[in-house]
């Protein structure tokens, strides 16, 4: 448990608010194509701004594209948000999510993204997925590369073991690892706790699945009862209380579902609470 609940991170040499947006939700259904209504999109991403968040998560497979276009649209690239985008996954109509590593294929997403996000850097470029036809340090080789190059800032991993971890932090500085991580699933816990130790942002996808969150349904409702609070604020605010270096990032397409979720940083949970939620999911 976290005895210091910080509400900011810095994520190289920029502090963020530490309850940040993930933007998948603004697509169509099975995030491919442009949702119904755009503006209403657009209007999220500059509610969540409005609202203090400075931490907006995307990707290029989101749509694809999609996601990273309407962002750009919506808040350009401003100075005080850090927008962090990822490349190594492609989406296609039949729904799949395919791995793709390889350095040619990085380096030309980057350009896209970048044109996407109406920015000259990026300010952080995570890899999305190892690649088993790409050899690891390849892909990852490619990203430092991009770094070093200007065209971004700070280089992140998703979806990694913690070998592969140790093995990307050989070739360059990992800023945040994005691993899937909350109430009921923590197959990342192993890499949560190398990301404490060496002051990396850690990045829980897929924070409030509802499946997930109806494993502890009893619990989550009788500590969200007591703090008049709904079940997604209470694991929200029992991932930032979990560790300092957590960067929820919870999603959605809904203004009001927005509201919501950001009145989590306004719920204290107890130590008592933290340690009950915590030890429901050993």
């Given at each position: 448990m976290s005895t210091d609940s910080a509400e900011t991170f810095d994520i190289g040499e920029t502090t963020v608010n530490r309850l940040g947006?993930?933007?998948?939700?603004?697509?169509?259904?099975?995030i491919i194509g442009p949702p119904d209504d755009e503006e209403t999109a657009r209007e999220v991403v500059r509610r969540a701004v409005d609202r203090g968040v400075d931490f907006i998560d995307t990707a290029d497979s989101y749509g694809p594209g999609v996601s990273e276009r309407l962002i750009g649209q919506a808040i350009g690239d401003p100075d005080d948000?850090?927008?962090?985008?990822?490349?190594?996954?492609l989406r296609n109509s039949d729904e799949e999510w395919l791995a793709r590593g390889d350095p040619d294929y990085v380096r030309n997403q980057v350009l896209?993204?970048?044109d996407r996000l109406r920015t000259e850097t990026i300010d952080l470029y995570q890899f999305h997925r190892p690649d088993p036809d790409t050899p690891f340090e390849d892909s990852v080789g490619a990203f430092a590369q991009l770094k070093d190059e200007g065209l971004v800032r700070q280089v992140g991993l998703s979806n990694v073991t913690v070998d592969e971890l140790e093995t990307a932090r050989e070739h360059v500085d990992v800023a945040t690892v994005q691993n899937r991580y909350n109430v009921s699933d923590r197959s990342s816990r192993d890499v949560l706790e190398?990301?404490?130790?060496?002051?990396?942002?850690?990045?829980?996808?897929?924070?409030?699945?509802?499946?997930?969150?109806?494993?502890?349904g009893d619990l989550l409702d009788e500590i969200a009862t007591a703090h008049d609070a709904t079940r997604r604020q209470v694991a929200l605010a029992w991932l930032l209380e979990r560790s300092d270096v957590i960067l929820p990032i919870p999603g959605t397409s809904n203004p009001a579902h927005l509201e919501s979720n950001l009145e989590a940083r306004a719920v204290s949970l107890s130590d008592e609470e933290v340690g009950r939620l915590t030890e429901a999911g050993v």
């Amino acid at each position: 448990m976290s005895t210091d609940s910080a509400e900011t991170f810095d994520i190289g040499e920029t502090t963020v608010n530490r309850l940040g947006f993930g933007a998948m939700r603004l697509c169509g259904e099975e995030i491919i194509g442009p949702p119904d209504d755009e503006e209403t999109a657009r209007e999220v991403v500059r509610r969540a701004v409005d609202r203090g968040v400075d931490f907006i998560d995307t990707a290029d497979s989101y749509g694809p594209g999609v996601s990273e276009r309407l962002i750009g649209q919506a808040i350009g690239d401003p100075d005080d948000v850090v927008v962090a985008t990822k490349a190594g996954l492609l989406r296609n109509s039949d729904e799949e999510w395919l791995a793709r590593g390889d350095p040619d294929y990085v380096r030309n997403q980057v350009l896209a993204s970048r044109d996407r996000l109406r920015t000259e850097t990026i300010d952080l470029y995570q890899f999305h997925r190892p690649d088993p036809d790409t050899p690891f340090e390849d892909s990852v080789g490619a990203f430092a590369q991009l770094k070093d190059e200007g065209l971004v800032r700070q280089v992140g991993l998703s979806n990694v073991t913690v070998d592969e971890l140790e093995t990307a932090r050989e070739h360059v500085d990992v800023a945040t690892v994005q691993n899937r991580y909350n109430v009921s699933d923590r197959s990342s816990r192993d890499v949560l706790e190398v990301c404490a130790d060496n002051d990396i942002g850690f990045v829980p996808w897929c924070p409030i699945d509802a499946d997930d969150l109806a494993a502890h349904g009893d619990l989550l409702d009788e500590i969200a009862t007591a703090h008049d609070a709904t079940r997604r604020q209470v694991a929200l605010a029992w991932l930032l209380e979990r560790s300092d270096v957590i960067l929820p990032i919870p999603g959605t397409s809904n203004p009001a579902h927005l509201e919501s979720n950001l009145e989590a940083r306004a719920v204290s949970l107890s130590d008592e609470e933290v340690g009950r939620l915590t030890e429901a999911g050993v």
